[in-house]
């Protein structure tokens, strides 16, 4: 008779846990404002990331950095090329007389490809072609990461919604921090880049020829610093996750 009134308890019990782990997984259950939060920032490092990796010569406005050839005082305005910027796929190169503007590059573009030359033509407008041995070498290999952050960026995106199941939580926090490793090298790459391009080529054209930092450069910043803020949100899930099983509806 005892087990008998211990049975549909013990049944109860083993349909509960039985429709427990088989509910289907929906977004913002459990955590709601972390996974909001860490969404967001994903989302803003997704975007920031992607509008670098499709930046000059598809985007023009967006580069990584520029070469400024120096113009002499009075010396007149001439189609010769005294501004060249790079992005990841290629570069465009403008002169005084059609000089890119913060929404509009005007200028001479390559093709989009990966793994692009300075074509010693062009740089012998500038009077430099010297520089064709200086800049971008094994800068291909880098900037391919550039896409990769993106993707990385978006499926974390997607999996911070879902915190409610631990392994999604886990697995959302993985990504993320892969994301937030693989972008801060990528920045690193690019910081270097510039600094190394801007101290060899001073030194090549003493002075004349300059090289700054790109818009895409502070870009590749802000989505790295939203990117590690998204991997402290997600550590306190996942901690959490670690020592409470339950999770609250609200």
Known sequence: MSAHLQNPRHSHQSHHAHHH??????????????????????????????LVAISIPIIKPIYLFIFDFGVQEGQPQTSIATDIRFGVWGFCASSNLNLPTVFENDGSCTSPRLGYDIPEDLLALTGHPELANSV???????????????????LGMFTSLFLASHC?????????????????VVLAADL??????????????????????????????????????????????????CGYRKYYRY
């Open 192 to 241: 270097a880049l510039t600094i190394v391009a801007r101290d060899r080529v001073s030194n090549l054209t003493s002075g004349i020829v300059t090289v700054g930092w790109g818009n895409g450069v502070w870009m590749v910043v802000a989505g790295v610093a939203c990117t590690w803020f998204s991997v402290i949100l997600l550590s306190a899930v996942a901690c959490r996750c």
């Open 21 to 50: 782990h088989h509910h289907p997984a929906r977004p913002l259950v459990a955590y709601r404002g972390t996974s909001i939060f860490a969404f967001l920032f994903l989302l803003a490092s997704f975007v920031l990331f992607l």
């Open 136 to 154: 971008l070498k094994g800068l291909t290999v880098l900037l391919v990461l550039h896409p990769v952050c993106a993707g990385l960026a978006f």
């Open 168 to 184: 999604m939580s886990i697995l959302s926090l993985l990504i993320t921090v892969v994301t937030a490793i693989v972008s801060s």
